[in-house]
DNA sequence: CTCAACTGAGTTGTGCACAACTAATTTGAG
DNA sequence: CTCAAATTAGTTGTGCACAACTCAGTTGAG
């Protein structure tokens, strides 16, 4: 029997560590004028441009109602541009304007930044990752479940 | 160089792994009419009672416009009482109601549940944690060398 | 003793995250 | 061919998370 002890719960060390990353890309993302989660849909397209919003909520795991607001707002920023797609007219393609693409040279360095903060090497980084994608799996499996969609 | 490729990045890892919890959180504590960060308070409060709202605030690291409202509503629900202290009128000290402390008998089972749901061991959750808290603490570290509070 | 600086809680405004919903469009079973 | 079901974005409402602020109360340098 686990205890209710905050101390021990794997779940608050998750919960405080995604907030100090997120703190931290809070304070590096300034120069770009960006928040954490707009950074993470710029990333998907600079890896790959003219994506459907439904590619993007899979990819990172966004609903609209996330992700359209957040569109919104990156395309009132000049960073993408949105169009209905002429085959099927529910889905809208996101595009990189140019001032989008170019912000990609002042984003070359955050990965580095971000690494050496975690003062974690190649190898440690790569583990680590594969454990929390294995919880978030086991997790999500775990959930469904629990309450199917 | 990192790049700046989604897959490659432990802070995605982190945040996705986060919300997996938290989303799975929302289902198990449904019965108790909390959400996450509500029941992280309660535990808190479970564990040693009257708080101010200064200390608990210290525990779980969120200021007073995150917790204001939400002791507000744990008031409302009938789980809180806040009283200003009379010796430092600037201070609040916040106190299980009956309902709040009975509200624990239901919450014994969770940790278990949570547990499960991650498939490890007592020792891979202790690890896991103590790497978590070693980049939680590094990440800050480096934040606050970036950016003086 | 005084008052400027500090402290603790609360408020306001912005942006996620998500549930529940709407609206428009497409698809496919019959 | 038809229309009910499914799909795609978007909207609305709630609750964090956090910056920037207010305000009352406390403290301590001079």
Redesign the interface.
């Known amino acids: 029997?686990?205890?209710?002890?905050?101390d021990?719960?794997?779940?608050?060390?998750?919960?405080?560590?995604?907030?100090?990353?997120?703190?931290?890309?809070r304070?590096?993302l300034e120069d770009l004028d960006l928040t954490?989660p707009q950074y993470?849909v710029m990333?998907?397209l600079?890896?790959q441009d003219h994506r459907l919003v439904k590619e993007l909520g899979a990819?990172l795991?966004l609903d609209s109602g996330t992700l359209s607001p957040l569109l919104k707002r990156l395309q009132t920023a000049g960073l993408v541009v949105r169009n209905r797609q002429a085959d099927d007219e529910r889905s809208v393609r996101v595009s990189l304007s140019e001032t989008g693409q170019a912000l990609?040279e002042k984003?070359?360095g955050?990965?580095?930044v971000?690494?050496?903060?975690?003062?974690?090497d190649e190898a440690g980084?790569a583990r680590?990752?594969a454990?929390?994608?294995r919880?978030?799996e086991?997790?999500?499996a775990?959930?469904e479940a629990?309450?199917p969609a």
Chains 1, 2 share one sequence.
């Open positions: 029997m686990a205890s209710l002890r905050l021990d719960q794997l779940c608050f060390g998750l919960y405080s560590a995604s907030r100090a990353v997120t703190s931290l890309y304070v590096v954490y993470l990333l998907a600079w890896e990819e795991n990609r984003a070359q955050i990965p580095d971000i690494g050496a903060a975690m003062s974690l980084v680590m990752r454990e929390l994608d919880l978030t086991s997790v999500n775990y959930r629990l309450a």
